[in-house]
């Protein structure tokens, strides 16, 4: 018998919760045997959109909470004062071993500094990645970090890849992934202070395959599995690959319906053209896990729908049934434990 992953989803974070967060929870438990779900927030809405299910309900529960953290409220004064908060609640939960992971659509700021204030980081881990999933020409790569540490360190830097490396192996399974470290060129003097002094430090481990700076133009073709930098650049790196999908995906929808030969023609290419872009759908690749924490940590994105929901959670059946924490520790800090 497989064993359980219990998920603490936090019910009332996003813009479509608690509607498409129970939706995603209920699809989840409805096609997978191995995992249980714990709703976290206001009980009345969260048993009113379940009514509409059916679903086993031993594989879902839920735990009541009379606060709601928003995405304008200051990140470090909502965790310290809404102790009944979903956020607060079901991230100790995962403190607590009373669930395997924790998922939100809900603030960022709140998320990563929930995850590390309650959660806790592995011992040894200097600063935990925000790691999102991004489509490419040859599959996914991981670009970490998005948004978490906009002032790093090399010292970091090499621990994000290290982190990604094993995160790739074990969830994507990519075999002895390319790391690469974000640049303006390809030759090893350019960049930054920080990445001048980060790259000769990645390209003397042993225990990674790095392969040198990634350029930005380079990372839509699949060049790198584990694509490494600082928070501000990989966030924005992260907003301008969503923006430019969805504005080519508009024009390319403008430009088929702008006469009647471009009507016919849209016709005949439709379902090719639609498996295509379907590849380049972040939400069938779940959410963007915190790495480094004691336990599993995935933000999704703030409008996210029950299919990205569902498929986050699942990810967190990955995540434990591969004991990503555990090789992170022996093949990191090993002689820190």
Same mark, same amino acid.
């Given at each position: 018998?497989?064993?359980?992953?219990?998920?603490?989803?936090?019910?009332?974070?996003?813009?479509?919760?608690?509607?498409?967060?129970?939706?995603?929870?209920?699809?989840?438990?409805?096609?997978r045997n191995d995992i249980e779900v714990i709703l976290v927030g206001d009980s009345q809405q969260i048993e009113s959109e379940l009514k509409k299910y059916q679903y086993d309900e031993n594989k879902i529960s839920v735990v009541?909470?009379?606060?709601?953290?928003?995405?304008?409220?200051?990140?470090?004064?909502?965790i310290?004062?809404?102790?009944?908060?979903?956020?607060?609640?079901?991230?100790?939960?995962?403190?607590?071993?009373?669930?395997d992971a924790f998922v939100s659509a809900g603030s960022s700021g709140a998320i990563l500094v929930g995850g590390q204030v309650i959660v806790g980081r592995i011992k040894g881990i200097e600063r935990p990645p925000? *790691?999102? $999933? +991004?489509?490419?020409? @040859?599959? %996914?790569?991981?670009? =970490?970090?998005?948004?978490?540490?906009?002032? /790093?360190r090399s010292s970091h830097l090499v621990q994000f890849a290290k982190m990604g490396s094993v995160y790739m192996e074990k969830i994507a399974g990519i075999k002895n992934p390319k790391v690469a470290?974000?640049?303006?060129?390809?030759?090893?003097?350019?960049?930054?202070a920080l990445v001048k002094e980060t790259f000769p430090i990645l390209k003397n481990c042993t225990d990674i395959n790095f392969i040198g700076s990634?350029?930005?133009?380079?990372?839509?073709?699949?060049? *790198?599995? $584990? +694509?490494?930098?600082? @928070?501000? %650049?990989?966030?924005? =790196?992260?907003?301008?690959?969503?923006?430019? /999908?969805?504005?080519?995906?508009?024009?390319?929808?403008?430009?088929?319906?702008?006469?009647?030969?471009?009507?016919?023609?849209a016709l005949l290419v439709k379902p090719?053209?639609?498996?295509?872009?379907?590849?380049?759908?972040?939400?069938?690749?779940?959410?963007?896990?915190?790495?480094?924490?004691?336990?599993?940590v995935v933000k999704v994105h703030g409008n996210s729908k029950a299919i990205e929901v569902k498929n986050a959670i699942f990810q967190c059946e990955s995540f434990k049934n591969e004991?990503?924490?555990?090789i992170i520790k022996e093949k990191l800090f090993i002689e820190n434990e």
């Open positions: 018998m497989a064993e359980i992953t219990k998920v603490a989803l936090d019910a009332m974070g996003g813009d479509n919760a608690p509607g498409q967060i129970v939706k995603g929870a209920v699809e989840a438990v409805n096609e009541h909470t009379t606060e709601t953290i928003s995405m304008d409220e200051p990140p470090v004064n909502a310290r004062k809404k102790k009944d908060s979903s956020m607060v609640v079901a991230m100790n939960m995962v403190k607590n071993k009373e669930a925000l *790691a999102p $999933v +991004i489509p490419t020409a @040859a599959g %996914v790569s991981l670009l =970490i970090d998005s948004g978490a540490n906009v002032d /790093a470290i974000v640049n303006i060129g390809a030759e090893e003097e350019k960049g930054n990634i350029e930005a133009r380079d990372i839509p073709s699949g060049a *790198a599995d $584990v +694509i490494v930098c600082e @928070a501000f %650049v990989g966030n924005v =790196i992260l907003k301008l690959y969503e923006g430019l /999908a969805s504005t080519l995906i508009s024009k390319i929808k403008a430009g088929m319906m702008s006469s009647v030969r471009s009507k016919i023609g090719a053209l639609k498996n295509t872009l379907k590849s380049f759908n972040v939400e069938k690749y779940g959410g963007a896990p915190l790495l480094g924490l004691n336990g599993l004991k990503i924490n555990e």
